[in-house]
């Protein structure tokens, strides 16, 4: 089955404890991106990658990092989460840029709290 | 201004009528527009796409597009309960994956 795989589903943890947030797509995507999503805020863009080793900054990147070493994964660093970090996490991958039809496909998040 | 508005709602319409949805953008190079649809509790889902001027019709969903004027639209007729969700609009503004999100209309259908 075509899946945008994330883990974990939830999370709990303490400020200040390094964390990392896998995303796995099978589907050969180009595009990977990493999403929050808060009440009242919307859908915000953290970081997106166009393809390995190349990534870039979304609207609301501070605090967190990403790497993007293989094609499939993409994983989401958070180097000292802060509690204004508790949101749910969206991995998304895509085989185009926006030149075709199809758009982001999204994993089924992370909701990550920060104490 | 943000890069794509869309009124939060709610929106209620009665079942088997036409809901319209609404979006504008603020960047004219912006080639690719799609709306996604989120139920509660859930991830988005893509339910239609569209990057030329005009209608684009699949099933009870018509997503329409005007460039001149920046705003593109869902038409979902025939509604029913099963609609109720959030529907968000996205608009890529670059081509190398920077894909941006309306803060989404809550969509009601009451039978």
């Known amino acids: 089955e075509a899946q945008v795989t994330q883990n974990p589903r939830y999370l709990i943890t303490v400020t200040g404890k390094k964390l990392t947030v896998t995303c796995s797509q099978n589907?050969?995507?180009?595009?990977m991106s990493w999403y929050r999503q808060d009440p009242g805020l919307g859908l915000r863009q953290i970081y997106y990658?166009?393809?390995?080793?190349?990534?870039d900054k979304g609207d609301v990147p501070e605090g967190y990092k990403v790497s993007r070493k293989e094609k499939r994964n993409f994983p989401l660093i958070l180097e000292s989460p802060s509690p204004n970090q508790t949101s749910l996490y969206f991995c998304?991958?895509?085989?185009?840029?926006?030149?075709?039809?199809?758009?982001?496909?999204f994993g089924s998040g992370t909701r990550l709290t920060v104490v | 201004q943000k890069e794509v508005e869309q009124n939060s709602g709610p929106l209620s319409v009665p079942e088997g009528a036409i809901a319209s949805l609404n979006c504008t953008y603020s960047?004219?190079?912006?080639?690719?527009f799609f709306w996604y649809r989120q139920y509660s509790g859930k991830s988005p889902e893509l339910i239609m796409s569209?990057?030329?001027?005009g209608d684009k019709e699949d099933g009870r969903f018509t997503a329409q597009l005007n460039k001149a004027s920046q705003y593109v639209s869902l038409l979902i007729r025939d509604s029913q309960p099963s609609d109720s969700a959030t529907y968000l609009c996205?608009?890529?503004?670059?081509?190398?994956?920077?894909?941006?999100f309306g803060q989404g209309t809550i969509l009601t259908v009451h039978p």
């Open positions: 998304a991958s895509s085989s185009d840029s926006g030149q075709g039809n199809y758009g982001y496909t």
């Open positions: 589907m050969n995507h180009e595009y």
């Open positions: 990658s166009m393809n390995v080793e190349v990534t």
């Open positions: 960047d004219r190079v912006s080639q690719s």
């Open positions: 569209i990057y030329s001027n």
């Open positions: 996205a608009v890529y503004v670059d081509s190398y994956g920077k894909l941006t």
